[in-house]
Structure formats: structure tokens, C-alpha cells
């Protein structure tokens, strides 16, 4: 049972590159979420994805495409990076399905991306 | 908009003392608050959560208080080891929705726990 399983753990871009970040869960959870985590600013919401078949903007969406390939894996696209973008992003997933009062959030360990 | 504030401080706390740390929320009352851990180089993990109903809850050494007077949580560790040096981070729900659309956080608190 590995939880939340993110991948690359590192990455380098240059300017301009793309990349898609990969994050699956194992837990059969409904719910999945972006954050990005920077020094000073805490973590941010980029995307989540309520259910399987849809996906909705976060607090910090510019820049950032996501898709929910089935109910465990969703993934994050950068299609041209900025050196704004240097982050740590971490995948997140829970149970929730509307109003649930026990719905932690289960985190990855993050990819560290830098953009030159 | 929503606000969580943390005493982004780092908090020294020596060996067998109760560490406190507190969570400000404003301009919202969400319907409960959800507490973390974060170790460098790793994902949060889910500590502990309180209802807005619920004035105090409790797990070993851990205690979270709610005040919805105050808007203001608190997180209690006593006889704290240094092994509890870590960031401990505060949440509640973005939205009306329980949590489906995502959890606040603030920004943490490091906590280091002296020998």
C-alpha cells in the first residue's frame, strides 16, 4: 500500500520546457488536488478534482493544466515554464464526496522543480 | 478572503514541556479545522481534526482546542521530544463544500523541541 505516489522527485527546466508531473493513489479516494509550496507563502492550491470526470481551479491555476486520467492517477502540465514556477508541487488525495466532516487530505512527497 | 495565520516563527521548546501552538482563521467559520505535520523533504500527514461542535479533541500526547468566539485553534503537545521537531500545519476547508474543493493551510509553524 504506497499511498500517495508522486513522480519525478527532481527536475530541472529550462525556460519555455514542458513537463507533466505524474501522481497516483492507491487508496481509492474520489477526490485528488495540486498544491505548490513556497518558501514564506505555505501551500497553495493549484487544481483539484472533486470526482473522476472533473477537474476545477485552485487559488494559483495560471500557467498549470491538469487531467484526471481515472480515479487514480492526475496529473499536472506545465507547457511553458517560468522560473515563477520553481516549486515544490505535491499531489494530494481524500475521501471526500460533498460534505464530509472526515476528510483528511493524504500527501505525496512531492516533486522539487526548478525552471532556469 | 479565507486567512489562516500561524506564528511562522520557529517556537524552541525544551524536552518534557508542553509546546502550544496557535491558528488564527478570519472572514469565514468553517465547519471544522484539520492539523498537520511536515518533515523536511516530505509530504504533510494528517494529524488531527476538530468540528466546530467539539471544543477540545485528544490523541496521545496531542490536544486540539476550538474556540469559534475567538477564531482561533490550538495545538498542544506535552512531554514533547525532540523527535515532535517538525512544522505543524493548520487547515480548514476552502469552501462550503466539506472539503471537496480543497483545504486552506497556513503557513506553519517549526517547531523544535531542545534536548
Known amino acids: 500500500n504506497a499511498g500517495v505516489t508522486q513522480t519525478p522527485k527532481f527536475q530541472v527546466l529550462k525556460t519555455g520546457q514542458s513537463m507533466t508531473l505524474q501522481c497516483a493513489q492507491d487508496?481509492?479516494?474520489?477526490?485528488m488536488y495540486w498544491y505548490r509550496q513556497d518558501p514564506g507563502m505555505g501551500l497553495r492550491l493549484i487544481y483539484y478534482?472533486?470526482?473522476?470526470?472533473?477537474?476545477d481551479k485552485g487559488e494559483v491555476p495560471n500557467g498549470y493544466n491538469v487531467s484526471r486520467l481515472n480515479k487514480r492517477e492526475f496529473s499536472l502540465r506545465l507547457e511553458s515554464a517560468a522560473p515563477s514556477q520553481t516549486s515544490v508541487y505535491f499531489c494530494?488525495?481524500?475521501?471526500?464526496?460533498?460534505?464530509?466532516?472526515?476528510?483528511?487530505?493524504?500527501f505525496g512527497n512531492g516533486t522539487r522543480l526548478t525552471v532556469t | 478572503s479565507q486567512k489562516i495565520e500561524q506564528n511562522s516563527e520557529a517556537l524552541n521548546i525544551q524536552e518534557g514541556k508542553t509546546a502550544t501552538l496557535t491558528c488564527n482563521y478570519t472572514?469565514?467559520?468553517?465547519?471544522?479545522l484539520q492539523w498537520y505535520r511536515q518533515d523536511p523533504g516530505r509530504g504533510p500527514v494528517f494529524l488531527l481534526l476538530?468540528?466546530?461542535?467539539?471544543k477540545e479533541k485528544r490523541k496521545e500526547r496531542l490536544k486540539v482546542t476550538f474556540d469559534t468566539t475567538l477564531k482561533q485553534s490550538l495545538f498542544h503537545i506535552t512531554a514533547s521530544q525532540p523527535a515532535d521537531s517538525a512544522t505543524y500545519l493548520c487547515?480548514?476547508?476552502?469552501?462550503?463544500?466539506?472539503?471537496?474543493?480543497?483545504?486552506?493551510f497556513g503557513k506553519g509553524t517549526h517547531l523544535i523541541i531542545q534536548p
Open positions: 487508496m481509492n479516494h474520489n477526490s
Open positions: 472572514n469565514y467559520s468553517p465547519a471544522y
Open positions: 478534482s472533486a470526482s473522476e470526470g472533473t477537474t
Open positions: 476538530i468540528r466546530e461542535n467539539e
Open positions: 494530494a488525495s481524500s475521501e471526500t464526496l460533498g460534505a464530509s466532516y472526515n476528510s483528511p487530505l493524504h
Open positions: 487547515a480548514h476547508p476552502r469552501g462550503s463544500g466539506g472539503g471537496a474543493d480543497g483545504l486552506t
